[in-house]
């Protein structure tokens, strides 16, 4: 069964500054993985996700993200965080060819400040 | 534009209640996933469904059951509401990544 931790339950930052939030994975097999994000009071919706070929990914809102199979890390990355990226972000994974069921981190809450 | 629908946002129910949480989506997939979401636990899988009438047990699916008799609709059953029930809830549907309903918070008094 597969895994996923996210290191950080939440990560304060000023508004400007550049973040990364942490994820790792743990799997037997090969996995695709995704970053979701929600904002107060509503479901999760897709950030970025890596199926295969290039292991860097991005958002249409600036975020970004690695695949590093050796090192079974997937962090998200943005040089400059915005007020409105305040929300809770969750990590997860799912095994290839099959079931696809995701399993999620616990999520990190990211707060940007003025 | 893709939609999974949850019937209610907000609900408020009595201990031992029988409580419904209905889920439609419009994009025709096969899987469909309940999550429950607490603070500090992230999202707790309670039961999916791959197909019309299967259903397989999640990670916590004590106290609740299912319903899949239509493709796009799946409905999780709280049989009877415990006030550790309270929570928000979250609908899925699942091809190569999820799509999620609004949630609808419940509360049991």
């Given at each position: 069964?597969?895994?996923?931790?996210?290191?950080?339950?939440?990560?304060?930052?000023?508004?400007?500054?550049?973040?990364?939030?942490?994820?790792?994975?743990?799997?037997?097999?090969?996995?695709?993985?995704?970053?979701?994000?929600?904002?107060?009071?509503?479901?999760?919706?897709?950030?970025?996700?890596?199926?295969?070929?290039?292991?860097?990914?991005?958002?249409?809102?600036?975020?970004?993200?690695?695949?590093?199979?050796?090192?079974?890390?997937?962090?998200?990355?943005?040089?400059?965080?915005?007020?409105?990226?305040?929300?809770?972000?969750?990590?997860?994974?799912?095994?290839?060819?099959?079931?696809?069921?995701?399993?999620?981190?616990?999520?990190?809450?990211?707060?940007?400040?003025? | 534009?893709?939609?999974?629908?949850?019937?209610?946002?907000?609900?408020?129910?009595?201990?031992?209640?029988?409580?419904?949480?209905?889920?439609?989506?419009?994009?025709?997939?096969?899987?469909m996933?309940w999550?429950?979401?607490?603070?500090?636990?992230?999202?707790?899988?309670i039961y999916f469904s791959y197909d019309v009438k299967m259903k397989e047990k999640g990670?916590?699916p004590?106290?609740y059951s299912v319903s899949r008799?239509?493709?796009?609709?799946f409905s999780?059953?709280?049989?009877?509401?415990?006030?550790?029930?309270?929570?928000?809830?979250?609908?899925?549907?699942?091809?190569?990544?999820?799509?999620?309903?609004?949630?609808?918070?419940?509360?049991?008094?």
């Amino acid at each position: 069964a597969q895994s996923v931790t996210q290191l950080d339950s939440q990560v304060p930052v000023f508004e400007e500054a550049p973040v990364e939030l942490r994820c790792n994975y743990s799997s037997s097999v090969s996995v695709y993985l995704f970053w979701y994000v929600q904002y107060p009071n509503q479901g999760l919706q897709l950030l970025l996700k890596y199926l295969s070929g290039s292991t860097l990914v991005e958002s249409i809102n600036g975020f970004e993200a690695e695949f590093n199979k050796s090192q079974t890390s997937f962090h998200l990355r943005k040089p400059s965080v915005h007020i409105s990226d305040t929300a809770e972000y969750f990590c997860a994974v799912s095994v290839t060819g099959g079931s696809y069921i995701p399993t999620f981190g616990r999520g990190t809450s990211l707060i940007v400040h003025p | 534009d893709v939609k999974v629908t949850q019937s209610s946002r907000y609900l408020v129910k009595r201990t031992g209640e029988k409580v419904f949480l209905e889920c439609v989506q419009d994009m025709d997939h096969e899987n469909m996933f309940w999550y429950r979401q607490d603070p500090g636990l992230g999202l707790r899988l309670i039961y999916f469904s791959y197909d019309v009438k299967m259903k397989e047990k999640g990670d916590i699916p004590e106290g609740y059951s299912v319903s899949r008799e239509k493709k796009e609709r799946f409905s999780l059953i709280l049989e009877s509401a415990s006030t550790n029930q309270t929570s928000m809830y979250l609908c899925a549907s699942f091809s190569t990544e999820a799509f999620f309903g609004q949630g609808t918070r419940l509360t049991v008094v």
